[in-house]
Structures are given as C-alpha cells and as structure tokens.
C-alpha cells in the first residue's frame, strides 16, 4: 500500500531564512515520482517541484529544493531566503509508476514571520 | 492559458437536494479527479475518470457518482446530498500517469 506522512503540522520561520519540511513515504513499487504542492490561503493548489526516484540528483527549482535520502524514504522541501508569500500549507505527494493517482500527506502549515 | 476550470466556488444546498459540480479543463489530458479536502483528513479521492466514459472509483466513492461525456468535462454528482458532504471538493487533471497534476480553484460546498 502507498502512504505519504507528513509529521510537522504547523513551523513558523522568520522571513528570509531557511525552512525544511519532512515527509516519509511507503511504497513497495521500485519507480515512483515524489511532489510538493502548495496551497495558498485563497485555496489555490499549486505544483511546486518533483523527484524521480530514479534520480540521484535532488531537484531544484527557483529557492525550492528537495533532499531526497531513498534508503530512508524520505523527501524533504527546503525553502531558502523565505518570504511573506511564502507562507501556505504544503502537501508532499507520491505516484507509483502505472498508477494513475496521487497519495498526498495530510500538509505543513507554513507562517513566515516578518 | 491552460487551466482546470471549477464552477460553482461556492454552492449551499439543503439536505436531500441534489447537488452538480462542473469541471472543465482546456488541456486535453485523459486522466481527471475529483477529492475532497477536510480539516485533519487532507485530500481523499473520490473517483477517477481514465477517459470518456471510463471512471473508477477512488477511496471514498460513497455517496457520489461522476460524469465525463467529453474529455475536457468531468462532473460530480451528490445525489442527496447530506450535511457530512459539506467540504472543499478539488478537480485535477493529469495528462500521464508520470506527471504532476494541475488542480482547478476547489468549490465550496455548504450542506444545510
């Protein structure tokens, strides 16, 4: 069975620092693709960043990264020089190769303090 | 623009009534969703459409049944709706089984 967890409720940063948000998932598939989305207090679901298992490299994108450690199953974002806007519930998803849907954790709650 | 397409945002209706969400999406992907998002329970999925005419259900199908006559349509359907249907409900749309998703703005649904 696939599960996505996501232990951290809620973290609050001070702006322009740096933020990481955990996330463990269980899978007994060999390829899958990790995501972060991003909602916004509007309500607003957006795609954030993936990882392919098969990769090595952690992704990045813009002052998003993720640190991607396989053997424990764990896939964390990393938010660098954090910002006001930054501040959004963010939800860790997984899909299993040939599956057609998401396994989403329960989300962070992120509040960048001024 | 491409973009996944909810209407209504808001929506309250009386137990017993029946309830219609719209999805549309200008993207031409195969695979579209509809969850559900609640406090503390975060996203469950509802049902799947693969295609035209093609569904399965999710993990929560209980209570709801879909429509997609064409590709870029996706309809929910609340057959008498009940006040623990009162939720957030989600569209998404995927063009592959490898790519991210692109949610639609959600609509609000009030239960009364």
């Known amino acids: 069975a696939q599960k996505v967890t996501q232990t951290q409720t809620s973290i609050s940063v001070v702006e322009k620092t740096t933020v990481t948000m955990d996330c463990v998932y269980e899978?007994?598939?060999?390829?899958?693709?990790l995501f972060w989305y991003k909602q916004t207090a509007s309500g607003e679901i957006v795609f954030l960043i993936r990882?392919?298992?098969?990769?090595?490299e952690n992704a990045t994108v813009g002052h998003y990264s993720l640190n991607f450690q396989k053997p424990k199953s764990s896939i964390g974002l990393i938010i660098t020089a954090t910002q006001i806007e930054d501040s959004a519930v963010y939800f860790c998803?997984?899909?299993?190769?040939?599956?057609?849907?998401?396994?989403f954790g329960k989300g962070t709650s992120l509040t960048v303090i001024p | 623009d491409m973009k996944v397409t909810q209407m209504p945002r808001y929506l309250i209706k009386r137990m017993g009534e029946n309830v219609l969400l719209e999805c549309g999406q200008d993207?031409?992907?195969?695979?579209m969703y509809w969850y559900r998002q609640d406090p503390g329970l975060g996203l469950q999925l509802i049902y799947i459409?693969?295609?035209?005419?093609?569904?399965s259900e999710g993990d929560i199908p209980k209570g709801y049944r879909v429509s997609r006559k064409k590709r870029e349509h996706f309809s929910l359907i609340l057959d008498s709706a009940k006040t623990n249907q009162t939720s957030v409900y989600f569209c998404?749309?995927?063009?592959?089984?490898?790519?991210?998703?692109?949610f639609g703005s959600g609509t609000r649904l009030l239960v009364i």
């Open positions: 459409s693969y295609d035209v005419d093609s569904n």
């Open positions: 993207m031409s992907h195969e695979t």
């Open positions: 899978t007994r598939d060999s390829s899958y693709f």
């Open positions: 990882q392919d298992s098969y990769k090595k």
């Open positions: 998803a997984m899909r299993a190769t040939g599956y057609q849907n998401f396994y």
């Open positions: 998404a749309s995927s063009p592959g089984c490898i790519a991210d998703y692109t």
